[in-house]
């Protein structure tokens, strides 16, 4: 297939360009090399494929030239994973996120119908579940309250796909991802954050009590998930949950992270957080079923895959 991936230089991304080429699929990247974190490393993550693939800088915000290049490259799908991410910038830049996120998503829902696209792949988000007493997390529950600006984008993604489906017969798949991680994980979020802080020696901020939960899903499992999508052919509308369908505690999660390290963490124990979700937990039943979607790898494992990445990743730089 001939694929247009968005976000192709992040983490998420890059993984799924490398698994795309080597399946043989055609690829080019949309990214904006924006410095959310330093642009320096999504340059790294395009370094193993960049002579393979085409590489358009490029704000999905930017209509007129997403119309343009989506015509020009006339793709089998759409892969769309680039995004403001993360649930506590988006409540410091609301607008932002729904520019992004909101905007950028139709612009290009919008060229893939005027080029005739067949197919929309869109990054959904655990996040979307919001505070939902009812677990583990099923597709079909009643979404009606989101606690973030950044699931509010997100959501509003997956009704956009839901309109283009309806009035245009484009196939758009919504992937709702629990926590990935895993190597080249952003630099800001917790697993890799945690890591850092404790090998340093520095102080980590643990938000609330240390009993919220999450479904972390490694980034291996996504990828599967995500290439099952590619030629899902049921409903034309179509929403999965990608999770481990396990939950983690985050004091449990820095006790894992001790361990890989051999070393203790020293832990600063700060109230919640407004946004964060107590809870998050995938029921995959519809993704294994339909999908093919067979998550394997534990936190156990997990985390010291990532901390084996952690340590090469320090010595080549």
Known sequence: MKLIVTGGAGFIGSHFVEKSLAAG?????????????????KRANC?????????????????????????????????????????????????????????????????????????????????????????????????????????????????????????YGMRTVGLRFFTVYGPRQRPDLAIHSFTKAIWEGRTIKQFGDGSTRRDYTFIDDILQGLSASLTYDGQLCDVFNLGESETTTLAALIQTIEQALGKKANIELLPEQPGDVPLTYADISKARALLGYRPHTKISEGIPRFVSWFHESRTQH
């Open 25 to 41: 699929h055609e690829v080019a990247v949309f990214d904006e090399f924006n410095d959310f974190y330093s642009p320096a490393i």
């Open 47 to 167: 370094a193993a494929f960049e002579k393979n693939v085409r590489i358009c800088e490029v704000d999905i915000r930017d209509g007129e030239r997403i119309r343009s290049l989506v015509s020009e490259i006339k793709p089998d799908a759409i892969v769309h994973l680039a995004a403001r991410a993360g649930v506590r910038p988006s409540i410091l830049e609301p607008e932002l996120y729904l520019d992004t996120n909101i905007k950028g998503t139709f612009h290009l829902l919008e060229a893939a119908r005027l080029a005739g696209v067949p197919r929309f792949v869109f990054a959904s988000s655990s996040s979307v579940y919001g505070v939902l007493k009812t677990a583990p997390f099923r597709e079909d529950m009643c979404l009606n309250q989101t606690i973030s600006p950044y699931a509010a984008t997100k959501l509003a993604g997956e009704q956009l796909c839901s309109n283009y489906s309806h009035l």
